[in-house]
């Protein structure tokens, strides 16, 4: 497994500290964070990994998956609505960057910061690949002081109908609107160097390897200079890389599920690689490995999600 750099590990954002030092405990909570992999549970999962990866399926099959994609997550939103709502309570303390008080140096002191909610400052933000608005909507709830404004887009139109159609959807405060944000020269209903932040949350997994570049310098255009992409997604050896069975894989460490969406596994590196060939400047790059734990079942499940911060220069 790779290690964060040593750099990012000084600014190491808050994914908990409840670590597992004895083994013996693991039943003791439903969650672990900082999880150490050793030697063996490497090897385990490469072995899994060669296993379920040893051959690539038919690419006039993959075609299929590449052409219909924005088909089968429609499907998906048609089928489940909004009951894969994800708790995004994180959102604030990963990123103070969006809350007025981080921004504006008030006269108060750390302890009333720390308890105060987030209040959204003044910002033009971009979440792609929003769903149903697990994020949008927290955003929204925290943009008390009504200065900021959220973009939101989705290649399904079911996911933005949706985001739509949430009571607390404000037109004044939001826009939603349909968009692959992987096409070449997409038309944004901004214009380019405008965004304070860009949000890609568990979505660039959703798109071809292929595309990932392109996919990244186009957002960076929209950025403001000294703009922020905020990034997190499926880290190498997650849980769900190791779970897919012979058959599905489309390319390497890029993997099909059974309702015809797609998703990659991500390394710090060639995120860094991506994001720096875009010009932004790292601002953190790091893992969090995380032990769940079925206490009922006796299961234990290990995800990995990396989290990555990038400015561009001013
Ligand atoms: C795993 S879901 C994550 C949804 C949301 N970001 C979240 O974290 O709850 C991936 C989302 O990305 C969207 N998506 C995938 N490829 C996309 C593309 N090329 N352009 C825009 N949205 C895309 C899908 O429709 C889906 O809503």
Redesign the pocket.
């Known amino acids: 497994m790779e290690e964060s750099s040593s750099s990012s590990e000084l600014k190491r954002p808050q994914f908990g500290t409840r670590n597992l030092s004895d083994p013996q405990n693991v039943f003791q909570h439903n969650a672990w964070d900082n999880v150490l992999w050793d030697e063996k549970q490497v090897e385990a999962a490469e072995a899994k990994l060669k296993l379920n990866s040893s051959s690539f399926m038919d690419e006039e099959v993959a075609l299929k998956y590449e052409k219909e994609?924005?088909q089968f997550?429609?499907t998906?939103?048609s089928t489940h609505e909004n009951k894969?709502?994800?708790d995004r309570h994180w959102l604030f303390t990963e990123l103070p960057e969006l809350c007025s008080e981080h921004i504006e140096s008030s006269s108060a002191t750390d302890a009333t910061k720390a308890s105060a909610p987030c209040q959204l400052a003044g910002l033009r933000i971009l979440?792609?690949?929003?769903?149903?608005g697990?994020?949008v909507f927290p955003l929204l709830e925290a943009n008390t002081l009504k200065k900021s404004f959220v973009f939101c887009?989705?290649?399904?139109p079911k996911?933005v109908e949706l985001v739509k159609s949430n009571p607390e959807y404000d037109p004044a405060r939001c826009h939603g609107f349909v968009?692959?944000?992987?096409?070449d020269n997409v038309k944004f209903p901004f214009p380019e160097n405008s965004l304070d932040v860009i949000?890609v949350?568990?979505?660039l997994?959703?798109?071809s390897p292929e595309?990932f570049s392109s996919?990244i310098v186009q957002l960076s255009r929209q950025l403001k200079p000294g703009g922020r992409i905020f990034f997190r997604d499926y880290g190498r050896y997650d849980m769900a890389e190791l779970r897919f069975k012979p058959g599905k894989c489309i390319s390497e460490h890029f993997f099909v599920r059974g309702d015809g969406?797609r998703?990659y596994f991500f390394s710090q590196d060639e995120l860094r690689k991506l994001f720096e060939g875009a010009g932004l400047v790292e601002e953190q790059n790091v893992i969090d490995r995380r032990l769940l734990v079925n206490r009922g079942k006796q299961l234990t499940m290990y995800r990995v999600w990396i989290q990555c911060k990038y400015r561009k220069p001013t």
Do not use: N, P, R
């Open positions: 994609a924005s997550w429609d998906f939103y894969f709502f994800k979440e792609v690949g929003c769903g149903t697990s994020t887009c989705d290649f399904a996911a968009c692959d944000i992987s096409e949000l949350i568990f979505v997994s959703a798109i595309k996919t969406t998703v």
